[in-house]
């Protein structure tokens, strides 16, 4: 039975662990820690929501670590989530749901993970928010970016906060941001690769900038300071493939260096794989997991090549993530008035 711990102090030791791999000897359970600051309602962060992406966690233990000893500037509340995937390294273990595919709103059957994510909102909602963040890092090569579920003045403003680059969308269902996006601006940040110094210190900066905001301005971004896009589309390889980033002969063969073209504006005609399997193509599925890979994917003498003018993000060189999640996003520019 998944049981979630609730705390009103840091427990002993924190500051001296040296990885989210030892975060479960102090916090066996999910755990939810309130924090007493300067003004409410409290600002929510959720990190190890992929028990792999440690970013959250260190830029967390040395936000803390600066108020060590003064009072926040604002109440807290962090949420450290997959402590149990965490604990291997891992993205989640086999058996676990996504932990960031299981929060109100998801499609996902109840069990155990979703009633903790309703638990927690729960609480959140109760003690009244001022903002959410939740923090994860990418496999591939990619700037920083904030991701929204809702397109409204605040969650944009908190968005541009961490970067110039946004994304919109409002597929999978049963993250984190579409939940709390119901009660409080709300944003996931996606801040590179894990383990990676620049990145902690570029999350400890924006949580503590917000923690300081005295409020979310309501006034529309001038639209030159925000690249907005919106994910049209996710991208997977056929079950019944194989494919491969370095063997040639695999029936799907991936562009080695694929991921350099994330945040990339490419033009149609973009080759993404070869293969001599004539058959095979690469998948897209719309937001309501409609396969439509003949709107997004051409095939040209053996090339697979974008149909349309479309920017990919989160490509990753990760073959079990990609069986596990996927490929990539595909991404339009929105619109900006
Ligand atoms: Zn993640």
């Given at each position: 039975m998944l049981q979630l711990t609730e705390l009103d102090s840091l427990p002993e030791g924190f500051f001296a662990l040296?990885?989210?791999?030892?975060l479960h000897t102090l916090m066996p359970n999910p755990t939810l820690l309130h924090l007493q600051g300067r003004r409410e309602p409290c600002l929510f962060i959720s990190v190890?929501?992929?028990?792999?992406?440690d970013t959250g966690f260190f830029a967390v233990q040395q936000l803390l670590r600066k108020y060590q000893g003064q009072v926040l500037p604002r109440s807290l509340s962090i949420f450290f989530g997959n402590v149990e995937a965490a604990t291997f390294g891992k993205r989640r273990l086999d058996g676990q749901p996504d932990y960031n595919r299981?929060?109100?709103?998801?499609?996902?059957?109840?069990c155990d993970e979703t009633r903790l994510m309703a638990q927690i909102t729960e609480i959140m909602v109760e003690k009244n928010l001022f903002a959410s963040i939740d923090v994860h890092n990418n496999t591939g090569k990619n700037p920083h970016y904030g991701c929204i579920n809702v397109l409204d003045n605040r969650s944009l403003q908190l968005a541009r906060l961490f970067s110039n680059i946004a994304v919109y969308f409002?597929?999978?269902?049963?993250i984190q941001s579409m939940a709390m996006a119901q009660y409080c601006p709300a944003v996931t940040i996606e801040c590179g690769k894990p383990g990676v110094a620049h990145g902690i210190e570029h999350v400890l900066e924006f949580l503590d900038a917000v923690l300081h905001l005295q409020d979310l301005s309501d006034h529309p971004l001038p639209p030159h300071d925000i690249n907005l896009y919106q994910t049209v589309a996710r991208v997977t390889l056929p079950e019944e493939y194989a494919f491969s980033?370095?063997?040639?002969?695999?029936d799907i063969h991936l562009l080695?260096?694929?991921?350099?073209?994330?945040?990339s504006e490419l033009p149609a005609g973009t080759v993404f794989a070869h293969s001599?399997?004539?058959?095979?193509n690469l998948q897209a599925w719309d937001d309501e997991n409609v396969e439509v890979s003949e709107h997004f994917f051409t095939r040209e003498q053996g090339k697979i090549c974008l149909k349309l003018p479309l920017m990919p993000a989160?490509?990753?060189?990760d073959e079990s993530i990609i069986r596990q999640d996927c490929l990539c996003y595909l991404m339009k520019r929105l619109p900006w008035e």
């Open positions: 040296n990885s989210p791999r030892e190890l929501l992929h028990g792999n992406e299981v929060w109100p709103g998801t499609d996902m059957e109840d409002e597929t999978p269902r049963g980033f370095s063997n040639t002969a695999a080695p260096a694929l991921d350099r073209y994330n945040f001599n399997h004539p058959q095979a989160m490509l990753t060189l």
